[in-house]
């Protein structure tokens, strides 16, 4: 594999991909059996607990405690993976430098990206019976139900429905058993793009865009792409208040395509009618290169496929 970058190697490791500098290695478990990772500088018990776990991966024995990722500074292990998305530091004597590749490591496993998170929570269905929950992923129980687990047990899932009620949603999480303030969201299916790409995404802000859906007879889909088109999928958290003022703000309303929203917005301007009362066919005004003008300047449009329209909202200035 290509020599990488600590920075390069610790967002491969993200992703549970093969990686390497030199002296710090990713490797997934499943390329590791039998025999693909050298153990041989791994001090025990490490050493005798991992050769086991990976033989007996090699013949279909797979645990909540089963290995599915292995980090390596200078030869000797210095963090694992377990399918229940647990991160162990081997306590044993590490190098100056093992010890700081452990630290990152570790900070860069803690922070596993969601569709990481998804794909452990799979397994993990598939291993506890519970292979419904994975089943959901493509067959949601109920239009806008979320995925939802433990902060400390990522990979141990339920779905539950939401709304614009944020009291009520949190008291059907504390009903699943689960803490409200300690969760994680691994999947909004249906909140469009920033529902699919943010990082973390949390209950009062997924609340809001059901409140921002039902004030303005959007989909949440629409929402959350244009969320990300204002640039909150990257963004640190926005309140949610700001964002259904945000929302109501720049949201225009909804037209068949763009060009139907220019013929709108030109006989709101009055050009139309100064078009008629100068005996100017209307055709002569190029419709095309106007739409094209203020689209993206001034308007953004979105496309809702569900419902076939276009939602046109105003850009903010500059």
């Not at 490791?13 to 002296?23: N, Y």
């Not at 390596?72 to 190098?95: C, G, K, Q, R």
């Not at 309140?239 to 703000?249: I, R």
């Not at 689209?295 to 939602?311: A, D, K, M, N, V």
Request: aromatic share 6%; glycine share 6%; proline share 6%.
């Amino acid at each position: 594999m290509p020599i990488a970058t600590n920075a390069e190697a610790l967002r491969d490791m993200r992703g549970l991909h093969p990686t390497s500098t030199g002296r710090l290695r990713g490797l997934p478990a499943k390329y590791a059996r039998p025999g693909g990772a050298d153990l041989r500088g791994t001090p025990e018990p490490w050493h005798s607990r991992l050769t086991n776990d990976l033989a007996e991966q090699a013949v279909d024995i797979l645990t909540p405690a089963s290995t599915v990722y292995l980090v390596f500074s200078d030869n000797v292990v210095i963090a694992v993976l377990t399918a229940a998305a647990h991160v162990l530091l081997p306590e044993y004597p590490l190098t100056a430098t093992q010890r700081r590749h452990q630290l990152a490591v570790a900070d860069a496993l803690h922070e596993l990206p969601r569709h990481v998170l998804r794909d452990l929570a799979d397994r993990r269905a598939s291993m506890d019976g519970r292979d419904e929950q994975a089943h959901f992923e493509y067959d949601p129980p109920t239009a806008g139900a979320i995925r939802v687990a433990a902060l400390a047990e990522p990979t141990v899932t339920h779905w539950a429905d939401i709304d614009a009620d944020l009291a009520a949603i949190r008291q059907r999480i504390t009903d699943l058993g689960l803490d409200p303030d300690r969760l994680i969201v691994i999947t909004a299916a249906g909140y469009g793009t920033y529902g699919r790409d943010r990082h973390r995404l949390n209950l009062p802000m997924l609340c809001a865009m059901h409140r921002i859906a039902d004030r303005h007879d959007v989909t949440l889909t629409v929402v959350g792409d244009w969320l990300d088109a204002e640039g909150a999928t990257t963004a640190a958290d926005l309140d949610p208040d700001v964002a259904v003022t945000g929302f109501a703000d720049a949201y225009v309303g909804a037209f068949g395509s763009e060009r139907d929203f220019t013929a709108h917005r030109m006989r709101e301007l009055g050009w139309t009618t100064a078009l008629q009362q100068a005996g100017i066919p209307q055709h002569y005004l190029n419709d095309a290169a106007v739409t094209r003008g203020w689209f993206p300047s001034q308007f953004r449009g979105i496309w809702c496929s569900t419902r076939h329209r276009t939602e046109v909202f105003r850009r903010a200035p500059g």
